[in-house]
């Protein structure tokens, strides 16, 4: 066998170190398991992803669970990424996290968030514009604050706000339900112009469907700027080292407040599918992704962003 020239060496080497780099991701990350609270925005992110990943030869396997449940998977090791990480407002999860080492967080994957308690716009009409403000109308909020479901750590907060002398709200109740029952409840109310307290948030349709008022005063609880929010991604410790082609695509995918307004609407007034109405707003907004798909390849190494636009026949 004739030996190779130092410069054959040096080429060589080089095509291992690209084929390395083009199969960066083993079988084992063929399925990229993800949870949902059972929010509609990360029904909506969750959707994108699940729709680019399949395009890119992989598998999204996404399981609802609440808030708690998700976070003890991530620690468990029982799911992979979570693109739901509400900051401030689940501060007490991540302190956990951050203890115990159990995730890398991958990006900061929204801004311009907001999360705090909100009244219909003839409420704050008639004066309640502020968490002290609900004490006073006691009797026509019967004494309760609409929530979402058990356990999320918005209702902890819900509970505090009610347990905190300073707001003069003893003998209140916090209604726990999931997201569309607390909508449900706000929409009913319109019609009669009954008064309602409830958790919102933005992005989400309901700042379009309601004319509402988000209350101010709530900064210790929710934070400043009416609950002002950012999203992170995470995952489990350790995930990125062993997936990093999967890694670099969830680094990639950032979203804003419009587009996720655009996305739940397609889930939660035009009756759609998650992953149906993610691969009609790709569709319709195809630069997307070259953002989300710059330096990502598909599992088996090929461009990325050209098989996914073969996918969806763009």
Not at 5 to 19: D, M
Not at 105 to 132: D, I, M, R, S
Not at 199 to 208: E, Q, R, T
Request: glycine residues 8%; negative net charge.
């Amino acid at each position: 066998m004739p030996l190779l020239k130092p410069s054959a060496i040096a080429f060589v080497s080089i095509l291992s170190l690209q084929g390395a780099a083009m199969a960066a991701d083993g079988e084992s990350c063929s399925t990229i398991k993800l949870s949902d609270p059972g929010w509609t925005d990360i029904t909506s992110t969750n959707s994108v992803a699940s729709v680019l990943l399949e395009g890119l030869g992989y598998k999204a396997d996404v399981k609802t669970m609440s808030v708690p449940i998700g976070y003890q998977a991530l620690k468990n090791k029982e799911t992979d990424v979570f693109l739901g990480n509400w900051m401030p407002a689940q501060q007490t999860f991540r302190d956990d996290l951050d203890k115990s080492k159990a995730v890398d967080v991958l990006v900061k994957n929204l801004t311009g968030a907001k999360f705090t308690l909100a009244v219909p716009n003839y409420v704050a009409a008639e004066g309640v514009k502020t968490f002290a403000d609900l004490a006073k109308h006691a009797d026509k909020f019967e004494s309760k604050i609409y929530g979402i479901e058990p356990g999320a750590p918005a209702n902890q907060n819900i509970e505090k706000i009610i347990g905190d002398k300073k707001f003069g709200l003893d003998g209140w109740k916090l209604v726990e339900s999931g997201e569309q029952a607390m909508l449900a409840q706000v929409d009913r109310a319109g019609r009669t112009k009954q008064w309602v307290a409830f958790l919102a948030w933005a992005p989400h349709p309901m700042n379009a469907k309601f004319d509402l008022t988000y209350l101010s005063g709530g900064d210790d609880y929710f934070g400043p700027d009416f609950g002002g929010a950012e999203v992170y991604t995470l995952a489990r410790t350790g995930w990125s080292k062993e997936c990093p082609n999967a890694a670099k695509f969830f680094t990639n995918l950032v979203f804003d407040v419009k587009s996720e307004n655009e996305l739940m609407g397609k889930i939660l007034d035009d009756g759609e599918e998650g992953t149906d109405a993610a691969k009609d707003w790709i569709k319709a907004n195809p630069a997307k992704l070259d953002v989300w798909l710059k330096d990502v390849t598909t599992l088996t190494g090929e461009p990325g962003a050209d098989a996914v636009r073969k996918e969806l026949g763009l």
